[in-house]
């Protein structure tokens, strides 16, 4: 039985019980081809028995990688992000890869240290889930030459390999679908305007309206926080408009259950009086008791594109910057309905 209390087995000690020198040692268990066969059956035998591991920090040093990758996600909490992060996961470990896992809370400036902590750990690569993209920031890791994916959210001044969400079709076809019920005067809540995304999804709703409505009207346009809270904020100010609006398009799931919830706090029904589309498919939104009609987003597959470009880009750090976008699809549920009948009667009379 191995003794707990000894030092920790190094290579040399491995090279002496084999009988060998320290360097067939570190060549066997590199698997190089100039150490014979049963030479590395023999080392890597005695090296198990004697508890020894070859040291990532070591090995990192001899070759410049590390195997390790960061991923610095805006919340951990949020679970669109914990499917995201599991894509590119299963990804990265299928190469030989670790991913560290970084939670900003939205907060640049610790954003910032982890992007140094990183720098300073000689990851091999970043992944950015960043709740704005820190310019600065970015330039940390372009200065370190650490190769960088941006994902979910671009960077407007840097160009960097990006995986991302077709986000001006996707909203097209909501809006599209709510018009196919009678629905003309739509309600939009989105992200904040630090998000690349949310920006993107908000002019897909204007340049809509303003095509199959003649106008976009900023009365019905909300935006805040990706959260419950801000949902439930934003549609006491939609809904207490005369004409309110019949139907809402939410730029986010989690902000779609404020939307319900503030829609049953003011006694307005579900989906007959208001129509309600959320925007990820969270597991929640699937549960009887919500059942979302929603945009679904293929989480896991945005995190392994973003592995997929990273590992690409470690590979050839001069090819051309890439982008990969996902296309969501809509599932249609129960908080969706045809617009009430004195929206359908004006619809109609409008178009005589």
């Not at 019980?17 to 035998?45: F, H, M, Q, W």
């Not at 140094?116 to 310019?135: K, P, T, W």
């Not at 739509?186 to 908000?202: C, D, K, N, Q, V």
């Amino acid at each position: 039985m191995r003794n707990n209390n000894r030092a920790r087995p190094t290579l040399r000690d491995v090279a002496k019980a084999c009988g060998v020198a320290p360097s067939t040692v570190s060549n066997a268990l590199a698997d190089k081809a100039v150490v014979k066969p049963e030479t590395k059956a023999l080392i890597r035998k005695i090296a198990h028995e004697l508890g020894y591991r070859v040291s990532p920090l070591a090995s990192g040093l001899r070759t410049g990688k590390t195997r390790s990758i960061a991923m610095i996600v805006s919340d951990i909490t949020n679970p669109f992000h914990g499917e995201v992060v599991r894509g590119a996961e299963d990804a990265l470990i299928e190469r030989d890869y670790h991913l560290y896992i970084a939670n900003t809370d939205g907060s640049r400036g610790r954003q910032s240290q982890y992007i140094q902590h990183f720098i300073d750990r000689q990851v091999d690569g970043v992944i950015l889930m960043s709740y704005a993209s820190n310019d600065e920031d970015i330039q940390a890791l372009v200065r370190a030459h650490v190769p960088t994916v941006l994902l979910v959210r671009r960077q407007d001044t840097v160009e960097q390999d990006f995986s991302g969400i077709e986000n001006e079709h996707s909203v097209h076809s909501v809006l599209e679908f709510l018009t196919s019920l009678g629905h003309q005067r739509i309600g939009f809540i989105g992200g904040p305007a630090s998000s690349s995304g949310a920006r993107e999804r908000l002019n897909a709703y204007r340049s809509f309206m303003q095509k199959h409505a003649g106008h976009a009207d900023p009365a019905l346009e909300e935006s805040g926080e990706y959260s419950i809270d801000s949902g439930h904020q934003s549609t006491y100010r939609l809904l207490r408009q005369n004409p309110r609006p019949t139907a809402v398009l939410v730029s986010e799931d989690m902000t779609a259950y404020g939307v319900l919830m503030a829609a049953s706090e003011m006694g307005i029904k579900v989906p007959e009086e208001l129509s309600i589309v959320g925007w990820d498919d969270l597991f929640a939104s699937r549960l009887p008791q919500i059942n979302l009609t929603t945009m679904r987003v293929p989480k896991r597959q945005l995190g392994a594109n973003a592995a997929k470009l990273l590992l690409q880009r470690m590979a050839n750090p001069s090819a051309d910057v890439e982008t990969l976008l996902v296309r969501p699809a809509l599932v249609v549920r129960s908080t969706t309905g045809r617009a009430p009948q004195e929206e359908q009667a004006v619809n109609a009379a409008s178009q005589e």
